[in-house]
T-cell receptor, first 115, second 115 residues
């Protein structure tokens, strides 16, 4: 079965650079979520989109922005990167914005290292 | 706000034995979903099992079962017949209905299966 696709899988950037992470949800999933997992930590919710509109916002820094496109893929744009942004970034998708029975399926993650 | 507590940072189990990973949660929402995810050392986040707050029966998925005690707000994961490939970090998460569409994770339990 098709899974969530994330690219790139690994990314190395320097401080103050920008990065763009891409996420392609499972087909027919209309909701996308972004999470950040620091070393040794649990994933923290950043932002979500439903039908191309932002639906919820978590602890996403102002330096980060995201959007969902007409084909439902999503991009997380990160500017003025800091050392503390080094983390594993997950994208997840679910099939509907309805209740909690819609499981979030995670992609393999993008491992970002900021030097 | 939601909170998940996983009190076991690390657990060891002998191959072929059963193991229980503890999870307690705190949410003011009446309807919510509880999830367990597995994260191997490779980093991906794998969905294991889901329990709805109004489900009367405990969820089961193959060797995984969820011991759901709503009054105690606990959702322990039971893995039967442990295998070496079960060695991983396990996260419990809650997703409340009618609230922000995000998963809140616990701090995780690192399970090591011994041969």
């Amino acid at each position: 079965a098709a899974g969530v696709i994330q690219s790139p899988r690994h990314l190395i950037k320097e401080k103050r650079e920008t990065a763009t992470l891409k996420c392609y949800p499972i087909p027919r999933h209309d909701t996308v979520y972004w999470y950040q997992q620091g070393p040794g930590q649990d994933p923290q919710f950043l932002i979500s989109f439903y039908e191309k509109m932002q639906s919820d916002k978590g602890s996403i820094p102002d330096r980060f922005s995201a959007q969902q496109f007409s084909d439902y893929h999503s991009e997380l744009n990160m500017s003025s990167l800091e050392l503390g942004d080094s983390a594993l970034y997950f994208c997840a998708s679910s099939p509907t914005a309805g209740g909690p029975k819609e499981t979030q399926y995670f992609g393999p993650g993008t491992r970002l290292l900021v030097l | 706000a939601q909170k998940i507590t996983q009190t076991q940072p690390g657990m060891f189990v002998q191959e072929k034995e059963a193991v229980t990973l503890d999870c307690t949660y705190d949410t003011s929402d009446q309807s919510y979903g509880l999830f367990w995810y597995k994260q191997p050392s490779s980093g991906e986040m794998i969905f294991l099992i889901y329990q709805g707050s109004y489900d009367e029966q405990n969820a089961t998925e193959g060797r995984y079962s969820l011991n759901f005690q709503k009054a105690r707000k606990s959702a322990n994961l039971v893995i039967s017949a442990s295998q070496l490939g079960d060695s991983a970090m396990y996260f419990c998460a809650v997703w409340p209905l009618g609230s922000a569409r995000q998963l809140t994770f616990g701090s995780g339990t690192q399970l090591t299966v011994l041969p």
